[in-house]
């Protein structure tokens, strides 16, 4: 990095919020003024500032100087001192009243000031209020330049130092000596790693309870991002030893405290092997599982349906014969007040849902429809006639209190509620999700059992399913015109163990087989399909339409290295451009949102398109289907490119053509349901791009590997 020092000349513009600034600076070593982007809680014209950064050229502004780190401190000159009292930051001190104190006191002001404040009242027109204000208002710029400088000794960037100064003020410095962990558990950006280095140079020991309580926290939390609820304790045990560099013993001592204090952490046993969890997690599917046996107990809150009388009405409405599982499901589902609907592609679910839907609608039932993410939402809305919403937006968010404002005391208000895409729901959301339903109303679920569960922790689907306490519909049977789709009948033969069929070369077909030798060569056959070859064939517009599907994030098929490779290809040239956090950012560029963010309403997984960069604002405007939603700069740490994203992520969204690379580098990830799912996600098209013995692997390898979760057995013993 280079290192550019001098005085601030003037503040051109300077966000209270972000911290982003806009300097121009009389810099060591140069003639001209230097303008300077970074961060800064507070800065000033005549503080003196040195950045290590880097040089840049904008395409509108020029040469500038790009600041990761920004110090800045007090002037010494007279001059200097004279315009940083009148810049405004020194609350009581206008141009005028700079020049007297300066007047009185040259350049031994900030000395006045802290060791003989009672001298101000010497200058004409200020007495003892503005005295105090002048005071307090040096001591909290000393304090903010304390903190900045504390975090920067301490490896961290400006951008995430003014984030750590916006999240608790003045009181970030006593935040970090008493908890430096809180900072992994309150800030994005900022992970348990960082946190750690701060407290070992703070000076806490290696074996010290609180670093091994945080510890033991941060690997069942990893664990979760798993998808786990709990963990066996001797895989806790090793995971978090591994974590802190220190003996498995400490750690189980450790454990053994947090137990007694029974804040954070609660033993239990899976499958009779003893377990910790997560104490919210574990109260959630506990109080799940009661919710959901009360409810499969109950009757629906309509008069029974003769579905003798109601079958031949619905066929003649929707003009479909319903098969005899469909009408067996539509049966089961209008005389239960909690039942799931599951089955593949192309086995009827959502006609079979829409007559269901029908009919209750006929009688008068009030139906809510909901689905995980608005992707998933929007086909709902779209395959019923009826609207859809998130479970988010259903359950209303409270961005304040970043909670629900539906709950037990404030329920739905429906008959009936419809959730789709259910394997896609974890157990936070589940268990939100079923306190806000009233007591009165009837639940139905929709999904894909064999589909991969939650990115959240938890399978609530699968282990509803599993433990036999709740009515089922499972339709099999593809119709007719599905099994014309090579998508269809393939990814019912990958579900079976069985490996998929590419079509006669040259065939027409919505289903191909790549074939490749080695990554490094495959990586340029798969750009050169997504650019190129299938928008040719098949008349689809690359940065649209195609969305790359890979079991992983690292590695050659990785989605970060494809996300450079494809960016670089589908928008080479873009009229501006900003790059944060390791991704550069462009109009045009395909982008994700990885975390849950409600002040924005937008979530985990959430597809959009950057619709613009305003380089003077310091932010980039993301569209989320027709939403424009705004992000500063310094807050891109949650927003990836995805033109290529990982299997996982795209559950719940379809895509016109999806191309699936499978390299025997990812065999860890490899797995029959992560195949499977990855095959559901494309309408039109699916390529897959692999070396034979990586889709082998997929096919044989059964499923993605266990979760450790509680529900199954909970529901077994209601």
């Given at each position: 990095?280079d290192?550019?020092?001098?005085?601030?000349?003037r503040?051109?513009?300077?966000?209270?919020?972000?911290?982003?600034?806009?300097?121009?600076?009389?810099?060591?070593?140069?003639?001209?003024?230097v303008?300077v982007?970074?961060?800064?809680?507070?800065?000033a014209?005549?503080?003196?500032?040195?950045?290590?950064?880097?040089?840049?050229?904008?395409?509108?502004?020029?040469?500038?100087?790009?600041?990761?780190?920004?110090?800045?401190?007090?002037p010494?000159?007279?001059?200097?001192?004279?315009?940083?009292?009148?810049?405004?930051?020194?609350?009581?001190?206008?141009?005028?009243m700079?020049?007297?104190?300066v007047?009185?006191?040259?350049?031994?002001?900030?000395?006045?000031?802290?060791a003989?404040p009672?001298?101000?009242?010497?200058?004409?027109?200020i007495?003892?209020?503005?005295?105090?204000?002048?005071?307090?208002?040096?001591?909290?710029?000393?304090?903010?330049r304390?903190?900045?400088?504390?975090?920067?000794?301490?490896?961290?960037?400006t951008?995430r130092?003014?984030?750590?100064?916006?999240?608790?003020?003045h009181?970030?410095?006593?935040?970090?000596?008493?908890?430096?962990?809180?900072?992994?558990?309150d800030?994005?950006?900022?992970?348990?790693?960082?946190?750690?280095?701060?407290?070992?140079r703070?000076?806490?020991?290696?074996?010290?309870?609180?670093?091994?309580?945080?510890?033991i926290?941060y690997?069942l939390?990893?664990?979760?991002?798993?998808?786990?609820?709990?963990?066996?304790?001797e895989a806790?045990?090793?995971?978090a030893?591994?974590?802190?560099?220190?003996?498995?013993?400490?750690?189980?001592?450790?454990?053994a405290?947090?137990?007694?204090?029974?804040?954070?952490?609660?033993?239990?046993?899976?499958?009779?092997e003893?377990c910790?969890?997560?104490?919210?997690l574990?109260?959630?599917?506990?109080?799940?599982?009661?919710?959901?046996?009360d409810?499969?107990?109950?009757?629906?809150?309509?008069p029974?349906?003769d579905?003798?009388?109601?079958?031949?009405w619905?066929?003649?409405?929707?003009g479909k014969?319903?098969?005899?599982?469909?009408?067996?499901?539509?049966?089961?589902?209008?005389?239960?007040?909690?039942?799931?609907?599951?089955?593949?592609?192309?086995?009827?679910?959502?006609?079979?849902?829409d007559a269901?839907l029908?009919?209750?609608?006929?009688?008068?039932?009030?139906?809510?429809?909901a689905?995980?993410?608005?992707?998933?939402?929007?086909?709902?809305?779209?395959?019923?006639g009826?609207?859809?919403r998130?479970?988010?937006?259903?359950?209303?968010?409270?961005?304040?209190?970043?909670?629900?404002?539906?709950?037990?005391?404030?329920?739905?208000?429906?008959?009936?509620?419809?959730?789709?895409?259910?394997?896609?729901?974890?157990?936070?959301?589940?268990?939100?999700?079923l306190k806000?339903?009233?007591e009165?109303?009837?639940?139905?679920?929709v999904?894909?059992?064999?589909?991969?569960?939650?990115?959240?922790?938890g399978?609530?689907?699968?282990?509803?399913?599993?433990?036999?306490?709740?009515p089922?519909?499972?339709?099999?049977?593809?119709?007719?015109?599905?099994?014309?789709?090579?998508?269809?009948?393939?990814?019912?033969?990958?579900?079976?163990?069985?490996?998929?069929?590419?079509?006669?070369?040259g065939?027409?077909?919505?289903?191909?087989?790549?074939?490749?030798?080695?990554?490094?060569a495959?990586l340029?056959?798969?750009?050169?399909?997504?650019?190129?070859?299938?928008?040719?064939?098949?008349?689809?517009?690359?940065?649209r339409?195609?969305q790359?599907?890979?079991?992983?994030?690292?590695?050659?098929?990785?989605?970060?290295?494809?996300?450079?490779?494809?960016?670089?290809?589908?928008n080479?040239?873009p009229?501006?451009?900003?790059?944060?956090?390791?991704?550069?950012?462009?109009?045009?560029?395909?982008?994700?949102?990885?975390?849950?963010d409600?002040?924005?309403?937008?979530f985990?997984?959430?597809?959009?398109?950057?619709?613009?960069l305003?380089?003077?604002e310091?932010?980039?405007?993301?569209?989320?289907?027709?939403?424009?939603?705004?992000y500063?700069?310094?807050?891109l740490?949650?927003?990836?490119?995805?033109?290529?994203?990982?299997?996982?992520?795209?559950?719940?969204s379809?895509?016109?053509?999806?191309?699936?690379?499978?390299?025997?580098?990812?065999?860890?990830?490899?797995?029959?349901?992560?195949l499977?799912t990855?095959?559901t996600?494309?309408?039109r098209?699916?390529?897959l791009?692999?070396?034979?013995?990586?889709i082998?692997?997929?096919?044989?390898?059964?499923?993605?590997?266990?979760?450790?979760?509680?529900l199954?057995?909970?529901?077994?013993?209601?």
């Amino acid at each position: 990095m280079d290192v550019l020092a001098g005085s601030v000349e003037r503040v051109t513009f300077h966000s209270a919020e972000t911290g982003f600034c806009v300097l121009k600076v009389h810099a060591r070593g140069k003639r001209d003024l230097v303008p300077v982007v970074g961060h800064a809680p507070a800065i000033a014209a005549g503080e003196w500032m040195t950045a290590s950064g880097r040089w840049t050229t904008d395409r509108e502004h020029g040469l500038q100087f790009r600041a990761e780190t920004l110090q800045v401190t007090p002037p010494t000159g007279i001059e200097g001192i004279e315009r940083y009292l009148a810049s405004g930051q020194m609350r009581g001190i206008g141009p005028m009243m700079a020049k007297r104190i300066v007047a009185a006191f040259g350049e031994a002001v900030f000395e006045i000031i802290e060791a003989e404040p009672s001298r101000l009242t010497e200058v004409e027109g200020i007495g003892k209020t503005r005295a105090a204000r002048i005071v307090k208002g040096w001591a909290e710029q000393k304090a903010v330049r304390e903190i900045m400088i504390f975090l920067h000794a301490h490896g961290v960037g400006t951008a995430r130092a003014t984030r750590i100064f916006r999240t608790y003020g003045h009181d970030a410095l006593k935040v970090m000596a008493e908890d430096p962990y809180r900072l992994a558990r309150d800030i994005s950006g900022i992970g348990f790693r960082t946190a750690d280095a701060i407290a070992i140079r703070l000076g806490l020991a290696r074996e010290a309870p609180q670093r091994l309580a945080a510890g033991i926290s941060y690997a069942l939390q990893k664990a979760m991002d798993e998808g786990h609820c709990g963990l066996p304790v001797e895989a806790l045990v090793r995971s978090a030893a591994e974590l802190l560099d220190v003996g498995p013993d400490l750690v189980r001592c450790a454990a053994a405290l947090a137990l007694r204090e029974g804040r954070e952490v609660v033993a239990d046993t899976l499958a009779g092997e003893p377990c910790l969890f997560l104490k919210g997690l574990h109260g959630a599917e506990r109080a799940m599982a009661a919710r959901l046996l009360d409810r499969a107990a109950g009757s629906p809150p309509w008069p029974s349906i003769d579905l003798a009388l109601a079958r031949p009405w619905v066929e003649a409405k929707t003009g479909k014969a319903l098969s005899a599982s469909q009408a067996e499901a539509v049966g089961l589902a209008l005389s239960k007040k909690l039942c799931v609907l599951t089955g593949g592609p192309g086995v009827g679910k959502t006609s079979t849902l829409d007559a269901i839907l029908r009919i209750l609608t006929a009688k008068g039932v009030r139906v809510l429809l909901a689905a995980p993410t608005g992707r998933a939402a929007k086909r709902m809305a779209e395959q019923t006639g009826l609207e859809a919403r998130t479970i988010h937006r259903l359950l209303e968010i409270d961005p304040r209190h970043g909670g629900f404002q539906r709950y037990e005391a404030n329920p739905l208000d429906a008959d009936l509620v419809v959730i789709d895409e259910t394997s896609m729901v974890d157990v936070p959301l589940m268990h939100a999700l079923l306190k806000a339903v009233p007591e009165r109303a009837a639940l139905i679920l929709v999904g894909d059992v064999d589909q991969l569960p939650s990115v959240g922790p938890g399978q609530v689907l699968a282990d509803v399913i599993a433990s036999g306490r709740v009515p089922v519909a499972r339709l099999t049977e593809i119709f007719r015109q599905a099994a014309e789709s090579r998508i269809v009948t393939n990814a019912h033969r990958v579900n079976t163990g069985r490996l998929p069929e590419a079509p006669a070369r040259g065939a027409d077909s919505d289903f191909h087989i790549v074939t490749i030798d080695e990554p490094e060569a495959g990586l340029d056959t798969l750009v050169e399909l997504v650019a190129r070859r299938i928008p040719r064939r098949f008349g689809l517009d690359p940065a649209r339409d195609i969305q790359v599907l890979t079991p992983m994030i690292r590695g050659t098929m990785g989605s970060r290295n494809l996300n450079h490779r494809l960016q670089a290809v589908l928008n080479p040239d873009p009229p501006a451009l900003v790059e944060r956090f390791g991704w550069r950012f462009a109009p045009g560029d395909r982008v994700m949102e990885t975390r849950n963010d409600y002040d924005r309403d937008v979530f985990n997984g959430d597809l959009g398109t950057v619709a613009a960069l305003d380089l003077a604002e310091e932010a980039l405007s993301v569209d989320f289907d027709g939403r424009l939603v705004v992000y500063p700069f310094a807050e891109l740490d949650t927003l990836v490119p995805a033109f290529a994203t990982t299997i996982h992520k795209a559950q719940g969204s379809e895509y016109p053509a999806v191309v699936i690379p499978l390299v025997t580098q990812a065999r860890t990830m490899l797995a029959r349901n992560l195949l499977y799912t990855g095959l559901t996600r494309g309408r039109r098209l699916v390529v897959l791009v692999g070396q034979p013995r990586a889709i082998r692997m997929a096919v044989q390898a059964g499923s993605v590997r266990r979760r450790w979760t509680k529900l199954r057995e909970w529901l077994e013993a209601g």
